[in-house]
T-cell receptor
Framework: DTEVTQTPKHLVMGMTNKKSLKCEQH?????MYWYKQKAKKPPELMFV???????INESVPSRFSPECPNSSLLNLHLHALQPEDSALYLC?????????????FGQGTRLTVV | RKEVEQDPGPFNVPEGATVAFNCTYS??????FFWYRQDCRKEPKLLMS???SGNEDGRFTAQLNRASQYISLLIRDSKLSDSATYLC?????????????FGTGTRLQVFP
């Protein structure tokens, strides 16, 4: 099973709303990622959690707040977003922190900010 | 300079053609390398890992040249179903082994 599950698949939110994106994997992977992807562009790294600790924050605005409640779950809390934050948000996981293992992606949450 | 760079697309090729994609990376401490495929409005999916000795999976061959910091993907006997964006991915570095960086991607369109 190489499944990473993301919910919701689609989300429309206003600029004053607070919402959360969820990601779950049961492969025992210890690294989990959030990426943002705009149309016709490659995925852009936002955050990496390694062994449930935030190891990389690619200078992401504070209106995006990641959380890793346990080794299987990863959340992305959204608050006061802008229309330009509309994008596909992808979650991924990889086995461990050795740098040698591939990552598996969820189907993504397509976010529209209105 | 971007950390991972790829050929600018798109590549438009007929069925049965052989097509090659190239990728260069800037961080010499990078540890592992992959090719992913992404269909329109879908998530990236692993196509193959890339090893220094080169590796082949059916019609797909990947090569890595660490000295030149260069990765390639060769697709033989292209099929219509190969139409997608191909993403070169580099993982690891001096400060964080988990960092996974995507190249700009190359769009392939195979026509009948």
């Amino acid at each position: 099973d190489t499944e990473v599950t993301q919910t919701p698949k689609h989300l429309v939110m206003g600029m004053t709303n607070k919402k959360s994106l969820k990601c779950e994997q049961h492969m025992g992977h210890r690294a989990m990622y959030w990426y943002k992807q705009k149309a016709k562009k490659p995925p852009e790294l936002m955050f990496v959690y390694s062994y449930e600790k935030l190891s990389i924050n690619e200078s992401v605005p504070s209106r995006f707040s990641p959380e890793c409640p346990n080794s299987s779950l990863l959340n992305l809390h959204l608050h006061a977003l802008q229309p330009e934050d509309s994008a596909l948000y992808l979650c991924a996981s990889s086995q461990d922190g050795t740098g040698t293992t591939e990552a598996f992606f969820g189907q993504g949450t397509r976010l529209t900010v209105v | 300079r971007k950390e991972v760079e790829q050929d600018p697309g798109p590549f438009n090729v007929p069925e049965g053609a052989t097509v090659a994609f190239n990728c260069t990376y800037s961080n010499s401490a990078s540890q592992s390398f992959f090719w992913y495929r992404q269909d329109c409005r879908k998530e990236p999916k692993l196509l193959m890992s890339v090893y220094s000795s080169g590796n082949e999976d059916g019609r797909f061959t990947a090569q890595l040249n660490r000295a030149s910091q260069y990765i390639s993907l060769l697709i033989r006997d292209s099929k219509l179903s190969d139409s997608a964006t191909y993403l070169c991915v580099v993982k690891g570095g001096a400060y964080n082994t988990d960092k996974l960086i995507f190249g700009t991607g190359t769009r392939l369109q195979v026509f009948p």
